[in-house]
């Protein structure tokens, strides 16, 4: 909610007002002129709204902030005249120029400050007066009354707290960009996350092509959206399919690979969860999952084995999704559960079919939300057979070409998609 400005934050007064005479703050949202970060924030930028950016370094965060302050600048989906204030303490402007010129752009409208001391960066915030400032990173900007170095917690979180003060009032949006760092010696955005209005967080591999920003708080918006982009050698762009991107390097009549129909959001995406089983040369059997949660397969591996008879002691079990996605949603249970017994019985699932439904401990088969989704993604991509919960399948209709298996229990699971 923003505050009436008749009572600033941090204003000397501030007296309590009824809900009902205050108005809602305007809904009016700024295009980013990015479809996929645009969905991410839950449509758009709120004015005053503080959205830190984080992720490991190189992944990607200045390149996707200055495509959309570039674009703010533009004037591409606004028509505010104002300029956008890009304020780097990492790189030099010539860094940032040099940037911008990879990702053809040169908004006249985007003004660049190097500058760390944030006193400093306010005082030009507000003599430029911007439509849009962005912090790049937190973790370089300091306050000279702090005796700690920059990076540090008391340092990153008093100067958000300082930008905040400044952005409300003002109806200024602030992009914060924040490093994720694993040995911790900079405070990481994590200390930040109470403070800002949305956090958005990259996923994905430095190796890989495509990178997944995922918000994961927005006062704005939904928090399961997903915006799924390309890094090329032009910027990040954004795929329109994700589905066909994460299956486009699929291994079709193999063992140990199943198309789980999984919801991001209100988007329902396809991607590939492999497993391989392989018996244990000694001792304990490992088992380790990558994009599924570790104690999820535990417990799936336990329900297949006492509910399906699968012989899983003794063997090795590694389970991978396929494009640096992590599923969280239960739907994905019967792919797992698939994907382990077709590495198991060294049989192939039919590469046309797609699984969904959540498993429960007695081995049963539960149904899940947004079916109709699910197989229309299928659909249109070419699945011509669905696995999914019993309980779903009673209630829905015939989706063109697509045969819909309604199965109950994960021994009826394994049969259906090992044929
Ligand atoms: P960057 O945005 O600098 O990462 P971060 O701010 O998160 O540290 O992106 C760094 C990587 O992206 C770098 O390895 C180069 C690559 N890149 C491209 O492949 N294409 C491009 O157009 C740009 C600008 C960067
Ligand atoms: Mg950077």
């Given at each position: 909610?923003?505050?009436?400005?008749?009572?600033?934050?941090?204003?000397?007064?501030?007296?309590?007002?009824?809900?009902?005479?205050?108005?809602?703050?305007?809904?009016?949202?700024?295009?980013?002129?990015?479809?996929?970060?645009?969905?991410?924030?839950?449509?758009?930028?709120?004015?005053?709204?503080?959205?830190?950016?984080?992720?490991?370094?190189?992944?990607?965060?200045?390149?996707?902030?200055?495509?959309?302050?570039?674009?703010?600048?533009?004037?591409?989906?606004?028509?505010?005249?104002?300029?956008?204030?890009?304020?780097?303490?990492?790189?030099?402007?010539?860094?940032?120029?040099?940037?911008?010129?990879?990702?053809?752009?040169?908004?006249?409208?985007?003004?660049?400050?190097a500058e760390t001391n944030l006193a400093e960066i306010l005082r030009t915030a507000e003599s430029c007066?911007?439509?849009?400032?962005?912090?790049?990173?937190?973790?370089?900007?300091?306050?000279?009354?702090?005796?700690?170095?920059?990076?540090?917690?008391?340092?990153?979180?008093?100067?958000?707290?300082?930008?905040?003060?400044?952005?409300?009032?003002?109806?200024?949006?602030?992009?914060?960009?924040?490093?994720?760092?694993?040995?911790?010696?900079?405070?990481?955005?994590?200390?930040?996350e109470h403070i800002v209005d949305t956090v958005l967080y990259f996923e994905g591999d430095r190796g890989q092509a495509f990178r997944i920003v995922r918000a994961v708080k927005n006062r704005f918006g939904s928090t399961n959206e997903i915006g799924v982009f390309e890094m090329k050698g032009t910027g990040l762009s954004p795929v329109a399919n994700p589905s066909a991107l994460f299956l486009s390097e699929r291994p079709e009549g193999s063992s140990g690979s199943v198309v789980v129909a999984s919801m991001e959001g209100n988007r329902p995406i396809l991607v590939e969860l492999q497993a391989l089983v392989t018996p244990t040369p000694y001792g304990t059997p490992r088992r380790s999952s990558i994009g599924v949660d570790p104690g999820r397969v535990s417990l799936l591996l336990a329900v297949l084995e006492k509910r399906a008879g699968l012989p899983l002691i003794g063997q090795d079990v590694f389970v991978n999704v396929v494009g640096g996605i992590q599923l969280d949603e239960p739907a994905a249970d019967l792919a797992v559960v698939a994907a382990v017994a077709s590495s198991m019985r060294e049989r192939a699932v039919d590469p046309r079919t797609v699984v969904f439904g959540e498993v429960g401990l007695a081995?049963?088969?539960?149904?899940?939300?947004?079916?109709?989704?699910?197989?229309a993604e299928a659909a249109k991509l070419g699945f011509t057979r669905c696995v999914v919960p019993r309980g779903n399948r009673e209630k829905i209709a015939e989706v063109g070409g697509v045969e819909i298996v309604g199965v109950s229990d994960v021994r009826e699971a394994v049969d259906a998609v090992l044929g």
């Open positions: 909610m923003e505050r009436s400005p008749s009572a600033p934050p941090g204003g000397s007064r501030s007296a309590a007002v009824p809900l009902s005479s205050v108005e809602p703050a305007a809904s009016g949202r700024i295009s980013t002129g990015i479809g996929e970060l645009d969905r991410v924030l839950g449509g758009g930028i709120v004015p005053g709204s503080l959205i830190l950016v984080g992720g490991d370094p190189g992944i990607g965060k200045s390149t996707l902030i200055l495509q959309a302050a570039a674009s703010l600048a533009g004037g591409e989906t606004t028509d505010d005249p104002r300029p956008v204030l890009y304020v780097t303490g990492e790189e030099s402007p010539q860094q940032i120029a040099l940037r911008a010129s990879r990702l053809g752009v040169s908004p006249s409208r985007l003004l660049l400050l007066g911007p439509q849009a400032m962005v912090i790049d990173s937190i973790q370089t900007v300091f306050l000279d009354e702090i005796s700690s170095a920059p990076g540090s917690i008391s340092q990153v979180r008093e100067a958000a707290g300082r930008i905040l003060m400044f952005a409300k009032p003002r109806h200024l949006p602030v992009f914060l960009i924040g490093h994720v760092t694993k040995d911790g010696s900079i405070a990481g955005p994590r200390v930040l081995g049963e088969v539960r149904a899940v939300a947004q079916v109709e989704a699910r197989l």
